[in-house]
RNA sequence: GUGCCCGUAGCUCAACCGGAUAGAGCACCAGCCUUCUAAGCUGGGGGUUGCUGGUUCGAUUCCAGUCGGGCACACCA
């Protein structure tokens, strides 16, 4: 059925058999083929004539009526046209355009479904946030980013494997720790023993009460018990990371994000994966020793200076154990892995990367990917709220959700490109919750359904609609939109940008309520009637499946 | 000082990785509910794509420079 559906594939094919009989020199010619913006444009249009005029030093116009000529008869091409200074224009006949009704109702919860993926593992790495705190808006975007992005690769034929690194052992940890064990002792932040890197949250006060309260805690990846102790320093840390772990479960929960795999720093190295990556390292002849710390010279691989790996105090500094995690990444089968980080982490692509190149184990150069989103910055009362975690000032993101909404949140935190910056006024959002955009694509999908439930009648009687009487102006964008949904997740996934699905779902949204507000669809006539009926339950679908790629419901009432 | 990201309508953002007359939403103005949900629709005003050069048939997109905002530049993570 897509088969049939995907006009630029098979346009593609058309135009390279017209080229080979028209210029069988200029073959490595790259074929473009992109969707017009106006319709006196046609449907799709090629911009070959214009590319070979100067290598064949003909012009445009010559070349374009030469290939046109030469192009093989197709049942899904009314005609074609040039135009402008020398774009071969293609009208798709509306016959072939209205086929995407029954496709859409047919495949259903299916439809955008690609096989570009075939299958292949990815990992997608995201929020990865440290056990020292709830999470955040900056946690926010990332989980929205990433969750959505998983989905997209998902819908694409990847094989995803959703993944949450932190780091239960070190230096913050260390100094959650401490700030725990001073609560159970009584001490606050005004106490002038109070250390400068402590922690100042309110949160910090219930870790220190549910441990001496003898507490059960059971996050996704950890169980354990209060011991009461507080003097027992190992005991706390093990019980303020399992509980605030479980503070960030929860958090994700209400955001409806879930991870297939968490993975410890601690356990890198207990099982001995950053010893055996230090030796790997030093083997490979990229290391040198100097001022008693052991270096690993990442100017080989195009840093602008070399990193410490060991310190002198005998720590391994923190790039150490993420390489050896990549390592393991790699060793378990991800040929493709897509790291989600907020961009304040970007020096790090650099470092492990190089590592992972020192290792000379078959690692392609570029990989893994990255996803870099920018910073968020909250606005409450008109002025922007500093986001600190030692001061104890700051925006959960479970008081987001609490306030504008999951749906909202991860529509307003997954809809923009991740690098451009992000003002996120909840004010606004609260205020004017009515006219996010997420309501508006949320209340097409509804005023579907709510007139599928008035006429009552069976949805298999839709895949008998006589589709040909759909042919106003409305209902051709329509099917056109429909159409271009498979691609959207095409260009999203290879683009890594989620945040293109939010804007088709926008623009269908837009062009089905002109369309609802133009037409009528419960009419006399029976053969028009079911024809706009099952138009209208194919919208609904292509909704009902991209707002499942953002995370986002899709209500029947609202 | 060095590197990365961004700069598009009054505001928030798009623009299919070089295409045709740069598009939406909010806000503003004027209209549309005895008919399937007005959380909607129709029309209108609003732009030197920060600035200056360059590359070519063609630049918001690529290159150089410049201004402005953000982030990063540890033997912290």
């Known amino acids: 059925m897509s088969v049939v559906l995907n006009f630029k594939t098979q346009l593609h094919e058309i135009f390279t058999h017209a080229l080979r009989d028209f210029a069988p020199d200029q073959l490595n010619a790259t074929i473009n083929i992109e ?317 492990v990367r190089a590592g992972l190149q020192a290792l000379s184990a078959g690692i392609p150069k570029n990989w893994p990917d990255y996803v870099l989103h920018q910073m968020v910055t909250v606005l409450k009362n008109g002025e922007e709220v500093k986001i600190s975690k030692r001061a104890g000032s700051y925006v959960t993101l479970r008081d987001l959700i609490d306030e504008v909404g999951c749906d909202a949140t991860r529509y307003f935190l997954a809809a923009r490109h991740p690098d451009s910056q992000l003002v996120f006024d909840i004010d606004l959002a609260k205020s004017q919750s009515n006219d996010n955009p997420v309501y508006y694509i949320q209340y097409a999908h509804a005023r579907i359904c709510t007139v599928l439930l008035q006429w009552g009648g069976n949805n298999a009687a839709l895949l008998k609609a006589e589709t040909e009487v759909l042919n106003s102006e409305y209902e051709t964008k329509l099917l056109q939109c429909l159409i271009d949904f498979p691609q959207v997740i095409e260009v999203a996934a290879e683009e890594l940008a989620p945040h293109l699905i939010a804007f088709y779902l926008k623009e269908l949204a837009a062009d089905f309520h002109s369309y609802y507000n133009a037409t009528r669809f419960l009419v006399e006539d029976e053969k028009i009637k079911l024809a706009r009926l099952a138009l209208i339950a194919a919208i609904a679908q292509v909704l009902k499946n991209g707002l499942a790629i953002l995370g986002v419901s899709a209500p029947e009432k609202m």
């Open 35 to 351: 969707r017009t913006k106006q319709s006196s444009h046609g449907d799709y249009s090629c911009n070959l004539a214009m590319q070979l005029a100067k290598p064949m030093r003909k012009s445009p116009r010559e070349i374009a009526n030469g290939i046109i000529a030469r192009m093989p008869q197709s049942g899904v091409v009314e005609k074609v046209e040039v135009a402008g200074a020398g774009f071969i224009n293609v009208f798709i006949t509306t016959v072939a355009k209205q086929s995407v009704v029954k496709g859409v109702l047919q495949s259903g919860n299916n439809y955008g479904c690609l096989q570009v993926g075939n299958g292949r593992k990815v990992g997608v790495e995201f929020v990865s946030a440290n056990p020292t705190g709830p999470l955040h808006v900056g946690h926010g975007r990332g989980a929205a980013v990433g969750d959505c992005l998983c989905n997209v690769l998902k819908t694409a034929g990847w094989d995803v494997t959703r993944e949450f690194y932190y780091n239960d052992a070190g230096a913050q940890i260390d100094n959650l720790t401490l700030s725990v064990q001073l609560r159970c002792k009584g001490i606050t932040p005004d106490d002038p023993s109070w250390p400068e890197s402590g922690y100042r949250g309110n949160y910090i006060i219930d870790v220190a009460r549910s441990y001496m309260a003898k507490d059960r805690v059971e996050s996704d990846d950890q169980h354990i018990t209060g011991k009461g102790d507080v003097d027992d320093a190992e005991a706390i840390r093990h019980f303020a990371v399992a509980y605030l772990r479980r503070e960030q479960d929860l958090d994700l929960q209400a955001f409806q994000v879930k991870f297939d795999v968490f993975s410890l720093e601690s356990t890198l190295y207990t099982e001995g994966k950053v010893e055996e990556t230090v030796n790997k390292l030093i083997a490979s002849g990229h290391t040198y020793q100097q001022d008693d710390a052991l270096w690993l010279r990442t100017t080989d691989f195009g840093d602008d200076k070399d990193r410490v790996m060991r310190k002198s105090d005998g720590g391994y500094t923190y790039f150490v154990p993420d390489v050896a995690y990549h390592l393991d990444k790699w060793r378990r089968g991800f040929e493709r892995v897509i790291n989600e980080q907020g961009s304040d982490h970007h020096s790090t692509i650099t470092r």
